[in-house]
């Protein structure tokens, strides 16, 4: 990249808990947000299930309202609350809360879904209680787009705003294209991650169509896995120009280095070695990492048998004799899938991680799978490591893959 990128703050919000520093405790010490809840479709549909997720863990609004000096709540769906909530915490590290951020500044948000807490109350009433209308805000409650609205008008963000779409890859997509705006000179400032909400009882209905769904926790890269758990949050990353860091005298926490995109174009659900691998490969040469040196890798490490099969055989492959060498971590495995904020949630953690020389420990394993053999996974409690350099893996349904590369001090 012409123009340095660096990361001057970070936020997050899910089932590890409302702060970056929560999540990161929580997946260090092992302690999980993946518990049995009950889903209840209401009096017009099926009734109540139970089903493990992992929801947020405390309430993100009265921190917001604290902070805005108004309400806030009532007029966002609780995926743009989650990642209003990542935003205001990753700008405040950043020192960037105050003035207007202005032209100079862009916001690029993820959500593979959008608002499905609104939109299944507004079909409740439609079709269910048979009113004749939903509540006025349906529209910009749902939109994929309003959690980056929110924080562009919150923050008096002017320059380029968008949101991105691509399922679980959402987030790694939105940090990617928020750099490339700082790269090619239309940003100074980014605010850039994703945001979910899908543990609804007709989001999780939907996902056990799928039979993707396990019964019990999720267990990446273990033998008996049999599937993911949905998880719930948001997360967020400020990205700056290291000129423009320097220039307001701001510390960097990591450098953003590059990413590797790539599409399968195989199949809706399966996924695919060589999509997969080809992601990593170009993270890697443009985060400029050399063979042998020990990287931190983030797994996309769902739980589901095909997923955490393909992505060894994907980081055996790609290594070769070097990939015994790097850590992988799989935080789904404590905060759940979070499906388009996963790359965000992930991301935060890794560079908190690589931070702290500590890499957080895999939950749910029940021993070695044969088809997962050959790469070094952190079991049991939190590990020392010597790598500065992180890696995270987000392999989306259609094929649409995207790996993140950052670099510590």
């Known amino acids: 990249m012409a123009e340095r990128i660096v990361v001057t703050g970070l936020g997050a919000v899910s089932a590890l808990g409302i702060s970056a520093d929560e999540n990161w405790a929580s997946a260090r010490d092992g302690v999980g947000g993946i518990m049995l809840h009950e889903f209840d479709t209401g009096p017009n549909g099926s009734g109540v299930k139970s089903n493990p997720a992992a929801l947020v863990r405390g309430d993100p609004v009265p921190v917001l309202e604290a902070a805005f000096g108004r309400r806030v709540g009532g007029s966002l769906d609780p995926f743009a609350l989650y990642a209003l909530k990542a935003a205001h915490e990753a700008l405040e590290q950043a020192g960037l809360i105050g003035a207007p951020l202005g032209p100079r500044a862009a916001a690029v948000m993820g959500s593979g879904v959008g608002g499905l807490h609104t939109l299944e109350k507004g079909y409740e009433r439609l079709f269910g209680l048979k009113a004749q209308k939903v509540h006025p805000l349906t529209v910009p409650r749902v939109m994929v787009s309003a959690p980056v609205s929110a924080i562009a008008m919150e923050f008096g963000i002017n320059g380029p705003v968008f949101s991105t779409s691509s399922a679980c890859s959402s987030a790694a997509h939105a940090i990617a294209q928020g750099a490339s705006l700082i790269?090619?000179?239309?940003?100074?400032i980014a605010v850039v991650g994703g945001s979910e909400a899908m543990a609804s009882p007709g989001g999780m209905r939907s996902w056990e169509g799928l039979q993707a769904m396990t019964e019990s926790t999720c267990r990446p890269f273990s033998k008996d896995r049999d599937g993911m758990v949905i998880g719930e949050g948001g997360a967020a990353l400020v990205l700056e120009s290291e000129r423009h860091a320097e220039l307001r005298g701001a510390t960097p926490l990591a450098w953003y280095v590059g990413a590797g995109m790539t599409s399968d174009a195989f199949h809706l659900t399966q996924p695919s070695l060589e999509g997969a691998m080809s992601a990593m490969r170009q993270a890697c040469e443009a985060g400029g990492f050399l063979a042998g040196e020990e990287l931190l890798i983030s797994a996309h490490g769902t739980g589901t048998p095909l997923n955490d099969k393909n992505e060894a055989q994907a980081i055996r492959e790609l290594f070769g004799w070097a990939a015994p060498r790097h850590p992988v971590i799989a935080t789904k495995s404590a905060h759940g899938h979070v499906i388009g904020a996963s790359p965000a949630v992930q991301a935060v953690i890794g560079l908190k991680a690589l931070a702290a020389g500590l890499a957080p420990p895999i939950l749910g394993y029940l021993g070695p799978d044969e088809e997962c053999a050959g790469i070094d996974l952190v079991l049991g409690e939190a590990r020392p490591i010597k790598a500065k350099s992180l890696l995270v893996n987000a392999f989306a349904f259609g094929g649409l893959n995207c790996c993140l590369a950052f670099r510590t001090p």
Not at 183 to 188: H, Q, R, V, Y
């Open 183 to 188: 790269a090619n000179g239309l940003a100074d």
